[in-house]
Nanobody
Framework: QVQLVESGGGLVQAGGSLRLSCAAS????????MGWFRQAPGKELAFVAA????????YYADSLKGRFTVSRDNAKSTVYLDMKSLNTEDTAVYYC???????????????WGQGTQVTVSS
């Protein structure tokens, strides 16, 4: 079982940027597709981005393309989410998760981190 720990969340003003990190341990990180999801207050968990195991292919929720970038460093067992031009609708708890499938479907992801809060102020 892979353990995941997210970090990098915080309070940022609208228009600002943040980089989230997700460090993995206890498993073979390079085997897994890594996904980012978010849950805004009162809303369901939503797909943000995914990156394949070697880090060669990425895809994003349509509404986030161009503002968010997912990347990974397999040597460091870490996946990143770079977010720019943040707005108040990006306020959410952000989670990383592992999957053996290159997918944006929540139920296909197995191990989850505890989440990191991102709050965007207007």
């Amino acid at each position: 079982q892979v353990q995941l720990v997210e970090s990098g969340g915080g309070l940022v003003q609208a228009g600002g940027s943040l980089r989230l990190s997700c460090a993995a341990s206890g498993g073979t990180f390079r085997r897994y597709v890594m996904g980012w999801f978010r849950q805004a207050p009162g809303k369901e968990l939503a797909f943000v981005a995914a990156i394949d195991a070697p880090g060669e292919s990425t895809y994003y929720a349509d509404s986030l393309k161009g503002r968010f970038t997912v990347s990974r460093d397999n040597a460091k067992s870490t996946v990143y989410l770079d977010m720019k031009s943040l707005n108040t609708e990006d306020t959410a708890v952000y989670y990383c998760a592992t999957s053996l499938r290159y997918t944006g479907v929540v139920r296909h992801y197995e191990s989850w981190g505890q989440g990191t809060q991102v709050t965007v102020s207007s």
